[in-house]
């Protein structure tokens, strides 16, 4: 999620081309699709990611492999990004790319790290209440950090939530500490 402004700007122009064919919802589903095929193949992100592969081999690779099974813009797009020796950045433009998609629908993500697994109604207390506070919908990605012992930290936009046992206890002692 860094929405470099060169990620932006990429990742706006996707949109804005997928929109004009009238293939953005076939354009996510390629996305989403090569952003969990990178996560799944460390070789294959590794190839993508190495500054020492010449971007011409990397256009051939990803020609072979997707031509005909993604959408031409998708392939196009990421043809451009050999071309402009932008590939090594594949993966933060393919999250970036779902995250301004959201964003466009209405949608956050809201990043949230736990010390034991939620509870279907603790998730979904914890999005409605994350719904209002935003005014949007919020989709929870979680993950789980047994070192906090109890609690949450949920990281909506720039607004960190923090409600760990650890911060809990020490605005208590604080309280205690100032007589209130």
């Known amino acids: 999620m860094s929405q470099s402004a060169v990620s932006v700007r990429y990742t706006e122009a996707l949109i804005d081309a997928a929109q004009d064919r009238g293939v953005l919802d076939d354009v996510v ?66 999250a970036d790319f779902l995250t301004a998609i959201e964003a466009h629908s209405g949608i956050v993500t809201a990043y949230v790290t736990v ?34 012992k109890a609690g949450f930290i949920a990281r909506l936009g720039d607004q960190v939530f923090d409600g760990t046992l650890a911060t809990q206890l020490n605005r208590l002692r604080h309280r205690l500490a100032a007589g209130v």
Not at 74 to 92: G, M, V
Request: glycine share 6%; net charge negative.
């Open 29 to 94: 589903g390629d996305v989403q699709a090569l952003k969990g095929l990178l996560r799944e193949s460390n070789d294959l992100s590794t190839f993508v990611a190495d500054p020492m592969m010449h971007s011409g081999r990397k256009r051939t690779v990803l020609n072979s492999l997707l031509a005909g099974k993604v959408q031409d813009i998708t392939l196009n797009f990421l043809l451009l990004l050999c071309d402009n020796h932008r590939e090594r950045i594949l993966e933060e433009l393919l």
């Open 115 to 148: 010390a034991h697994v939620l509870s279907s109604d603790q998730e979904k207390n914890l999005i409605e209440k994350l719904s209002i506070y935003s005014g949007k919908q919020v989709r929870l990605e979680t993950t789980i950090d047994e070192g906090l």
